[in-house]
């Protein structure tokens, strides 16, 4: 079975500074891999995903991630926050079970804080 | 840009009622999901459906719980007997197929009381 873990309940910066979300996975077998971003009172949009092509992501607002295999990483960064990006981020995994439609398994969420 | 929406956005009901909570998935998509995200926790995958059946569900999704397609755009989700622990904040999610991102629906907040 596959897990996620997310390093940091929360996370504050500085406008302007470096975001860095962390985020480890396990699994048995190669994964699909999402950063997903919630605003207050909406629903879950992807910011990016991995799917064993280019390790380097690039996703929308300027965040990255890159997956890591000798880590188990795929940790979500971006050059300069922005007071926008303040929110609560997902991470999931999902694998290719071979079979239909597979769920995401999600970790429990980083709510990102940007300081004036 | 096409969404999936779901209704009604808040449902209030009383422990031991049955409810349904409807989802419109994005109209190209075939595969549909439901998680739901109990207050301060994560979010939770309950099932996912395809072909007219159920493809995967997690433990959480027990026998209270059903969900069917009784048209061409309709997703909806039964809870049978509602409990206390049924609040949470309830997600349809769609995908164009298995290996493609999932688009989540703004959600239905249901309040058991």
């Known amino acids: 079975a596959q897990s996620v873990t997310q390093l940091g309940s929360h996370v504050s910066v500085s406008e302007g500074a470096l975001v860095l979300l962390r985020c480890n996975y396990s699994?048995?077998?190669?994964?699909?891999l999402f950063w997903y971003v919630q605003y207050p009172n909406q629903g879950l949009q992807l910011l990016l995903k991995y799917t064993s092509a280019a390790t380097l992501v690039k996703g929308i607002n300027g965040f990255e991630a890159e997956f890591k295999k000798s880590e188990t990483s795929f940790h979500l960064t971006k050059p300069s926050a922005h007071m926008s990006d303040a929110a609560e981020y997902f991470c999931?995994?999902?694998?290719?079970?071979?079979?239909?439609?597979?769920?995401?398994?999600f970790g429990k969420g980083t709510h990102l804080i940007i300081q004036p | 840009e096409p969404e999936v929406t779901q209704t009604p956005s808040h449902q209030v009901t009383q422990m031991g009622q049955e409810v349904i909570l409807r989802c419109v998935p994005i109209?190209?998509?075939?595969?549909f999901y439901w998680y739901r995200q109990i207050l301060g926790q994560k979010v939770e995958f309950l099932v996912s459906f395809y072909n007219n059946e159920i493809s995967e569900k997690s433990e959480i999704f027990d026998d209270q719980f059903s969900v069917e397609r009784p048209d061409g755009s309709n997703f909806t989700l039964k809870i049978r007997s509602t409990k206390l622990e049924d609040s949470a904040m309830y997600f349809c999610a769609s995908s164009e197929n298995r290996h493609n991102e999932q688009f989540f629906g703004p959600g239905t907040r249901l309040t058991v009381l």
């Open positions: 109209s190209n998509h075939l595969y």
């Open positions: 999931a995994v999902r694998t290719d079970s071979g079979g239909g439609a597979d769920g995401l398994t």
């Open positions: 699994s048995s077998v190669p994964p699909y």
